[in-house]
């Protein structure tokens, strides 16, 4: 299943961002999940527009916690277009984010994950 990060991967079909996720399901026959729900093998994409941080506008929240502890409890995870970000990491620095051992829980279960690019 292909998963966003840190937002849902749009449904609206004219989005650049809809079309970068709909080329990846076509070309891996994998469905996308608009929700981010939890599944045992994920793909996970970053998104069309990923330079490399996290960029949370309205701040870090409980739906965001969600989707990302859904992502900690599948099984594998593919990083599509791209190395394995340490989230984690990232997330640590926040002010809004408390729990720093869930922190280090998402670098531990990201290193574990394997990228997938386009010229694969």
């Known amino acids: 299943m292909i998963v966003g990060t840190f937002s849902k991967i749009p449904k609206k079909t004219s989005s650049h961002s809809y079309g970068y996720a709909r080329t990846w399901s076509e070309n891996l026959n994998v469905p996308i999940d608009h929700t981010n729900g939890k599944h045992k093998d994920v793909y996970l994409l970053p998104g069309a527009n990923f330079g490399g941080t996290i960029n949370l506008m309205g701040g870090f929240n ?42 280090d829980a998402i670098t531990e279960k990201l290193s574990e994950a394997k990228p997938l690019v386009g010229s694969d």
């Open 62 to 103: 409980e739906v965001i916690k969600v989707w990302i502890d859904n992502l900690l409890a599948s099984e594998t995870i593919t990083v599509l277009d791209g190395s394995p970000v340490d989230y984690g990491a990232q997330l640590k620095k926040r002010k809004d984010v408390t729990d720093k051992d869930w922190c």
